[in-house]
């Protein structure tokens, strides 16, 4: 079991923690504050920061150990997520009490683009994202917390799947479980964070890719679409076939959706 899922879960996977939804949590004062600022201070100046981060990484070739692992550190104790496949994000759509779906703040903070991917959830009457500060996105504070229903909730996460999103949850003040993003490699700070600078702010899947040699046609599909470069191939009797690299692989399922010949199936990690 993971450090995440031993502090938070209590001897289980740590999402599957009925304390992690519990209504106290959503009133925390702290938290109330935090979210408050979150727009701000975690998103705006999160990739301002990165932007110099990445020049440093680039200048040194890695981080210096205590800068990593403080923004590790703080992202576990904040705002900290894990990827989750699509069937995993249905069992937590729909314990929610309610759901908006809300304006991508990383694809607004880049390109003031809005991306309607993300959803607040709430597992109490007391949503937390009442506190969010809407002008960030340029609105009126009732503005752009666009309500919707669990299960067209799920059926927008499956389009945004078929166009290559990654689903991920998110503690607003960690364990309070709060968020649903589904984007890409080339949009969330998160991600690019991942790839950029080789900090982990976000955890793996409890599952992983694994392939059917023998169902494999090796087209190549599987790929285009993995945004974590965890599948490569290999040659036998004139064939290819895909490899799946399971410490790069995050277990977000995009490369199955891709396989035409289903030779690709999520296996507990």
């Given at each position: 079991?993971?450090?995440?899922?031993?502090?938070?879960?209590?001897?289980?996977?740590?999402?599957?923690?009925?304390?992690?939804y519990?209504?106290?949590?959503?009133?925390?004062?702290?938290r109330?504050?935090?979210?408050?600022?979150?727009?701000?201070t975690?998103?705006?100046?999160?990739?301002?920061?990165?932007?110099?981060?990445?020049?440093?990484?680039?200048?040194?070739?890695?981080?210096?150990?205590?800068?990593?692992?403080?923004?590790?550190?703080?992202?576990?104790?904040?705002?900290?997520?894990?990827v989750?496949?699509?069937?995993?994000?249905?069992?937590?759509?729909?314990?929610?009490?309610?759901?908006?779906?809300?304006?991508?703040?990383?694809?607004?903070?880049?390109?003031?683009?809005?991306?309607?991917?993300?959803?607040?959830?709430?597992?109490?009457?007391?949503?937390?994202?009442?506190?969010?500060?809407?002008?960030?996105?340029?609105?009126?504070?009732?503005?752009?917390?666009?309500?919707?229903?669990?299960?067209?909730?799920?059926?927008?996460?499956?389009?945004?799947?078929?166009?290559?999103?990654?689903?991920?949850?998110?503690?607003m003040?960690?364990?309070?479980?709060?968020?649903?993003?589904?984007?890409?490699?080339?949009?969330?700070?998160?991600?690019?964070?991942?790839?950029?600078?080789?900090?982990d702010?976000?955890a793996?899947?409890?599952?992983?890719?694994?392939?059917d040699?023998?169902?494999?046609?090796g087209?190549?599909?599987?790929?285009?679409?993995?945004?974590?470069?965890?599948?490569?191939?290999?040659?036998?009797?004139?064939?290819?076939?895909?490899?799946?690299?399971?410490?790069?692989?995050?277990?977000?399922?995009?490369?199955?959706?891709?396989?035409?010949?289903?030779?690709?199936?999520l296996?507990?990690?």
């Amino acid at each position: 079991m993971c450090e995440f899922c031993s502090q938070h879960g209590d001897g289980k996977v740590w999402y599957k923690n009925a304390k992690n939804y519990s209504q106290d949590l959503a009133s925390d004062i702290q938290r109330r504050k935090y979210i408050e600022q979150f727009l701000d201070t975690t998103i705006k100046d999160g990739f301002a920061t990165l932007g110099r981060l990445e020049t440093l990484f680039q200048r040194r070739g890695r981080l210096p150990d205590a800068i990593k692992k403080g923004m590790e550190e703080q992202a576990k104790r904040e705002h900290y997520g894990q990827v989750l496949p699509i069937e995993e994000i249905r069992e937590l759509v729909m314990k929610a009490a309610t759901i908006v779906r809300m304006p991508c703040a990383c694809r607004w903070t880049i390109s003031r683009t809005e991306a309607r991917c993300c959803y607040g959830v709430s597992f109490s009457p007391d949503a937390w994202y009442k506190d969010l500060d809407m002008s960030y996105f340029g609105k009126a504070s009732d503005e752009g917390l666009e309500t919707v229903a669990r299960e067209d909730a799920i059926r927008q996460m499956e389009q945004l799947e078929e166009k290559g999103a990654v689903h991920t949850i998110w503690t607003m003040m960690t364990p309070f479980i709060g968020a649903i993003c589904n984007c890409t490699l080339h949009d969330c700070i998160a991600m690019k964070t991942l790839s950029g600078i080789k900090v982990d702010t976000m955890a793996r899947a409890e599952c992983v890719a694994a392939v059917d040699e023998k169902a494999c046609t090796g087209c190549g599909l599987c790929r285009e679409k993995c945004q974590f470069d965890a599948i490569s191939y290999t040659q036998a009797s004139g064939s290819f076939r895909a490899v799946i690299d399971r410490e790069k692989c995050y277990g977000c399922g995009l490369c199955r959706t891709a396989c035409a010949a289903e030779a690709i199936t999520l296996v507990q990690r």
